[in-house]
């Protein structure tokens, strides 16, 4: 696997990486105190002391936004990991074995995708109550869908290939030929799209979080921290400014780092005629 | 029509495909180029038309189509080149055809007008297509394969192209439909009054249908001459062994002789004969003095012994 | 007199006709042939003639709507308790083995789905057999050739000694010397261990070398069936002279 060395998917990787550098260590950052009142003016401007400001109770904004990453990531990664585990083994089942199987994976993945991500969010924050929890349990199932439906697609390609069919007369047993000869060669695609769901999952933790289902006060993720800026706009603008520029970062390096995983893969490159 | 001469070609990285090709194809005659994996058959292919990977160059020689210096020319001309004189058979018809649109649809862009309704039904009658009516309106997903690489050569021949190229065109098909299919391409072709290149792996198939036949071995022409003979009088050792490896033409109980060792990858000009390692007839000379492509009783044949494989007794038919 | 490697007994493969669709295609209609062991019949036909269908069958892949199949004399069971008693091998030398497991361990698999030991020395002594260096078994698919895929593929069709052995398409894919290489293999290896085979081809050239008698299919029957010298000769029935002449 040769990986991209445009300056595009370098960036976007490096960009990446020190976001989630940021997250990890950001308790340990010396960026300051994310929940001290009053360390300066309320709704202060962006200064050398408090390169992003201050929020409406005078925090620093910097160390709220760096938790902010960490949370936004951490949430989105959970989700986007239950995704893969559960979406791989449906959407292999579903290939694979066919038959009820298939028709009970991909109809009631039909049924899923049918719903708006937020409309899912409303009612599972309506059963399970707002909260870090449902948001996970929100991003898993809307990007769960497409997912399965990838892997699916790919298993039905493969399932037909000549040393799965002599596995099968082998006597190989349907769990053995999935987890050998299917799932290895499920996983470039499925990669590919487990990022661009990490993507997608950013964007819908940041909405629900917005609206204020998803991660509660004083627990911060870009998406709450955009919903506490949003009424100052126009006086304070730094707060929105702030937590949406490195949002937007954040997506657009994980989309990067995602095309180049799919580019290192699966090498179609347009064949220009000389 | 194609004039090559000593053509080399090379790979991004180095691999060289063509290594001094050397072969002539006059108007309306039907060549079949043969070799195995390898031989640099396709890419000589590919090459008429320049339809090479980015990072390919041609590192020797002169490949000349319809006048126009293939390697040399401008982008407009090499554009027109392939617009108007070339058209183009590829192995998979289901890839060179768009899923996305009708049959009749594909044909029409194919011939760069606006044609009329009748005008590609005939066409396609032409093709030996039953019920070209019904195959105009159809996507290519409904057609067999048979059927769609006769809609290809169609498409291929809508512009009345001067040269035809088709690469291993019936090799995905099944047995029974590969006679039909090549019998459109050889019509469709004369008809036309088009030089046909036929690149092809299947030696039978080359002796059935072309004019002269060109055995490719290691980038180069080993050997080229009139269809009836190159198999049954070969002038060339590596021609001599294809024709004993391949079933078909020999007696119940005879064993086939593979030939051994396996061919060569070339990063350099080859300055000795490529095929001398496997040969039954090498001497020292074949591994040190590359042999020039000489013109011997009709062929054109690139081996230093070709005047012994010429005088042996011709093959006797199998049957 | 010992009991035919597989025996079909008026096979019918019928498809379609499920809950949703009333259209049905009969891919097999009533054939009946035996394999005795060491013998390899040949099964020539142009696709839709049904030799695919066929060759599914007798691999246990597929059960016939109607009709017997039996394997060894008794009826066939289930694929499951057939493990290493019979084996295929394909057309495609790109999809025979898993890309992404080293060539030495898809060949093993059949003893490791047998939860065999010994596995190491079994390839090493197949690949021998097979003409190919030991070595490549530490290599992956994609660094081998089409050949040595194939021949890597007869390795693992032959690690179990099965009885009976399916080749569909085996050498269509592969150029002419190798192709020539292939088939005296097939040839040697059943001299060797004595299997029964099942040669499915549309190259009657390629099958008539390989074969002891031959089977001709059109439309899902089997219209000629005799020994392979009538292959070199002139056949009985019109339509396999006219495959014939393909040949010439």
Do not use: K, Q
């Given at each position: 696997m040769r990986l991209p060395r445009d300056p595009l998917s370098v960036l976007g990787a490096i960009c990446l990486a020190a976001l989630v550098l940021i997250g990890l260590l950001g308790p340990w950052l010396?960026?300051?105190?994310?929940?001290?009142?009053?360390?300066?003016?309320?709704?202060?401007?962006?200064?050398?002391?408090?390169?992003?400001g201050l929020d409406e109770l005078g925090r620093a904004f910097l160390p709220r936004v760096v938790d902010g990453i960490g949370a936004t990531f951490l949430l989105s990664g959970a989700a986007v990991l239950i995704t893969a585990v559960l979406g791989t083994i449906l959407g292999m089942a579903a290939g694979y074995l066919g038959g009820l199987a298939d028709d009970l994976v991909a109809r009631g993945a039909d049924v899923l995708f049918a719903f708006p991500a937020l409309l899912l969010g409303l009612l599972v924050a309506a059963v399970m109550g707002p909260g870090a929890v449902s948001a996970v349990a929100v991003i898993s199932a809307a990007t769960l869908p497409l997912f399965i439906r990838v892997v699916r697609s790919v298993t039905l390609g493969v399932a037909g290939r000549g040393f799965v069919v002599t596995a099968e007369v082998a006597g190989a047993s349907a769990w053995r030929v999935m987890l050998v000869h299917i799932l290895p060669n499920v996983l470039g695609a499925a990669v590919v799209q487990l990022t661009y769901a990490l993507s997608i999952g950013m964007i819908i933790e940041s909405a629900l979080s917005f609206l204020g289902l998803g991660v509660q006060p004083p627990d911060a993720s870009l998406g709450s921290l955009l919903r506490q800026g949003s009424p100052y706009l126009?006086?304070?603008p730094h707060m929105v400014i702030g937590a949406g520029l490195v949002l937007s970062l954040a997506i657009m390096s994980v989309n990067l780092v995602g095309d180049a995983i799919r580019d290192a893969l699966e090498p179609l490159r347009g064949r220009p005629l000389t | 029509m194609v004039e090559a001469q000593e053509l080399a070609l090379a790979y991004?990285?180095?691999?060289?495909?063509?290594d001094g090709v050397t072969l002539s194809v006059a108007p309306g005659e039907t060549v079949a180029v043969v070799g195995e994996s390898g031989s640099g058959k396709t890419t000589f292919g590919m090459a008429l038309g320049?339809?090479?990977?980015?990072?390919?160059?041609?590192?020797?020689g002169r490949l000349t189509v319809d006048g126009v210096e293939v390697f040399d020319a401008a982008p407009e001309r090499l554009r027109a080149l392939r617009r108007d004189t070339l058209g183009f058979v590829f192995q998979n018809p289901m890839t060179a055809?768009?899923?996305?649109?009708?049959v009749g649809r594909q044909l029409a862009r194919a011939t760069g007008r606006r044609a009329p309704e009748a005008e590609l039904a005939a066409l396609l009658a032409r093709a030996r297509l039953d019920e070209p009516e019904r195959v105009l309106r159809a996507?290519?997903?409904?057609?067999?394969g048979g059927m769609a690489q006769r809609v290809v050569i169609a498409m291929a021949i809508a512009r009345s192209p001067r040269l035809l190229v088709a690469d291993?065109?019936?090799?995905?098909?099944d047995a029974s439909i590969r006679d039909k299919v090549m019998d459109t391409l050889a019509a469709l072709s004369a008809e036309a009054g088009a030089a046909l290149v036929v690149l092809s792996h299947d030696l039978r198939l080359a002796a059935r249908r072309a004019d002269r036949i060109a055995v490719m071995y290691g980038g180069r022409v080993a050997e080229a001459g009139p269809a009836g003979e190159v198999f049954a009088r070969p002038a060339h050792p590596y021609t001599a062994a294809l024709t004993a490896a391949a079933?078909?033409?020999?007696?119940?109980g005879e064993r086939l002789e593979p030939i051994p060792g396996t061919p060569p990858a070339l990063?350099?000009?080859?300055?000795?004969?490529?095929f001398a390692p496997r040969?039954?007839?090498?001497?020292k000379r074949c591994h040190d003095e590359r042999p020039e492509t000489r013109r011997l009783a009709g062929r054109d044949v690139a081996c230093h012994r070709a005047e012994e494989m010429l005088a042996a007794p011709a093959r006797e038919a199998a049957r | 007199m010992t009991a035919p490697v597989v025996e079909l007994e008026e096979v019918r493969v019928t498809f379609g006709g499920g809950l949703l669709s009333r259209r049905t295609t009969e891919?097999?209609?009533?054939v009946s042939l035996a394999i005795a062991p060491g013998e390899t019949l040949g099964l020539v036909g142009?696709?839709?003639?049904?030799k695919t269908t066929l060759g599914r069958v007798c691999l246990g892949l597929l059960r016939p709507t109607s009709g017997v199949m039996r394997f060894g004399g008794e009826p066939f069971g289930r694929l499951k308790d057939r493990r290493g008693q019979l084996s295929v091998v394909l057309q495609h030398p790109e999809w025979a083995?898993?890309?992404?497991?080293a060539c030495g361990v898809s060949v093993a698999e059949p003893l490791a789905i047998l939860r065999r030991g010994g596995r190491e020395a079994a390839v090493t002594r197949m690949l021998e057999q097979v003409g190919?260096?030991?070595?490549?078994?530490?290599?992956?698919?994609?660094?081998?050739s089409g050949g040595q895929r194939q021949r890597m593929a007869i390795a693992r069709a032959l690690i179990t000694e099965p009885r009976f052995i399916v080749f569909d398409?085996?050498?269509?894919?592969?150029?002419v010397s190798v192709q020539a290489q292939v088939l005296n293999l097939i040839l040697d290896l059943q001299a060797a261990h004595g299997f029964g085979a099942l040669f499915i081809s549309h190259d009657l050239a390629a099958t008539r070398y390989a074969c002891d008698r031959i089977a001709v299919m059109r439309r899902g029957e089997v219209v000629e069936i005799g020994p392979v010298e009538r292959f070199y000769a002139t056949p009985e029935t019109a339509y396999a002279r006219e495959l014939m002449a393909s040949v010439a």
């Open positions: 010396p960026l300051g105190d994310p929940t001290a009142i009053g360390a300066g003016p309320r709704l202060g401007w962006p200064s050398l002391d408090h390169p992003m126009t006086i304070a | 991004a990285g180095g691999a060289r495909a063509l320049r339809v090479l990977p980015v990072g390919a160059e041609r590192v020797g055809l768009d899923p996305t649109m009708r996507w290519p997903h409904e057609l067999s291993e065109p019936t090799a995905s098909l079933a078909g033409n020999e007696r119940p990063f350099a000009r080859c300055e000795a004969c490529a040969c039954p007839m090498a001497i | 891919a097999v209609r009533g142009e696709s839709g003639s049904g083995l898993n890309p992404r497991l190919l260096e030991p070595a490549l078994a530490r290599r992956y698919p994609s660094e081998l398409e085996a050498v269509s894919a592969l150029d």
